[in-house]
């Protein structure tokens, strides 16, 4: 194992998506920082896409015929955490510094890097506050400059009072998930769960917060997005299991009249839907002030990131990688039942 170069952010994904959203993902996260990407492709029909990502540089791209074999988990947050933990490990065993963070698909980091790399070496993990892009009908070139930030009890309570909400909590203002998410130090010997840091006997692990710690969530934040989204959710195995908004709707994108309506119904019932449960007030929001512009990175905004430089460590951990390939992967899924993967606005 060699432990040249100075210490790099790695994240781990679980995606499913087209190649062009996944190059867009993949060009705001290195632009923000990000220097390697393990990215695993959740459609074991598409291993082309893999094969294009894994192309790039910085990125290490796994399709999920030749990784899961005939063993593939049926839900998908037991395939999250157990492609998370599987590179996580293999990170360690190949380059055992900088910090690891498990994002999902639509998620971009938004963090000082030097500041991050520079805390002391007993913090093992941080948690990274959610930022919700504002949902629009579309965002010119897909670019979104506003986002939402979780409010006080006391701003819930007014948005609840003037009826721009159903009820004052976050749960209610985003539509994604309210608990942020969470990285380790490699070093350490934590594990990743989808939003948070545990140790060996499953407890969490306390992290470190702070205002320049932030993830920017792409949740349905257009039309297009929705429809692509949702329509995901309901092949993808994944059960919603703590908020009765997200499950009624993904009751209401399976209703049997889905199959039956002619196109231009199917389409103004996505965009009835879209406006009823996602779009959001912009103009209401903005007048009270409770909405942020993130500062982003010039690359960031306006296109990709410089060539990383070279990754000492790549081909140590894709071969590592594709020594688990196929085999049996089951000690890294942590065995958590769904109640552990609560989205809810609690702060573990």
């Known amino acids: 194992m060699t432990t040249g170069g100075p210490p790099v ?54 399709d999920a015929g030749s990784w899961w074999g005939d ?51 007993d913090t093992d ?12 009908w579309e965002w010119p070139n897909d670019e ?23 009820r004052p909590d976050n749960d209610a203002y985003f539509r994604g998930h309210t608990s942020g998410k969470a990285g380790l130090r490699v070093s ?20 470190h917060r702070a205002s320049w710690l932030q993830v920017l969530h792409y949740e349905s934040h257009t039309l297009e997005e929705f429809v692509r989204k949702w329509t995901n959710h309901t092949t993808s195995g994944h059960r919603l299991v703590a908020r009765p908004e997200r499950r009624r709707l993904a009751s209401a994108m399976t209703a049997g009249g889905w199959g039956e309506w002619a196109p231009e119904v199917a389409d103004q019932v996505r ?25 982003m990175s010039p690359v960031m905004a ?18 590592g990688l594709a020594e688990l390939a196929g085999a049996d992967k089951s000690r890294f899924s942590l065995d958590a039942p769904d109640a552990r993967e609560r989205t809810t606005s609690v702060q573990q």
Do not use: C, Y
Request: aromatic share 4%.
């Open 9 to 62: 952010i790695t994240t781990v994904s679980t995606v499913k998506d087209d190649l062009p959203r996944l190059e867009r993902w993949i060009d705001r996260n290195t632009a923000a920082g990000v220097d390697r990407m393990v990215v695993f492709l959740d459609d074991r029909d598409d291993a082309r896409t893999a094969q294009l990502l894994d192309a790039r540089p910085g990125v290490i791209a796994v």
């Open 71 to 121: 063993e593939q988990p049926a839900r998908l947050n037991a395939r999250q955490r157990t492609n998370a933990n599987a590179a996580l490990r293999v990170v360690r065993e190949n380059d055992p510094r900088g910090w690891m963070f498990h994002i999902d698909g639509d998620e971009v980091l938004h963090l000082d890097k030097d500041r991050l790399l520079a805390l002391p070496e």
């Open 125 to 136: 993990a941080v948690r990274l506050a959610p930022l919700e892009a504002l949902s629009q």
């Open 144 to 166: 979104v400059t506003v986002f939402k930030r979780l409010l006080t009890a006391e701003e819930l309570d007014l948005l609840h009072l003037l009826g721009m909400l159903e």
């Open 188 to 207: 350490s010997e934590a594990w990743l769960e989808i939003h948070r840091v545990v140790d060996d006997s499953r407890a969490p692990v306390p992290a």
């Open 271 to 295: 965009r009835d839907l879209f406006a009823a449960t996602a779009l959001d007030d912009r103009a209401g929001l903005e007048r009270l002030g409770l909405l942020v512009s993130p500062v």
């Open 302 to 319: 306006v296109g990709p990131a410089a060539p990383a430089p070279a990754d000492a460590h790549h081909e140590g951990i894709r071969e």
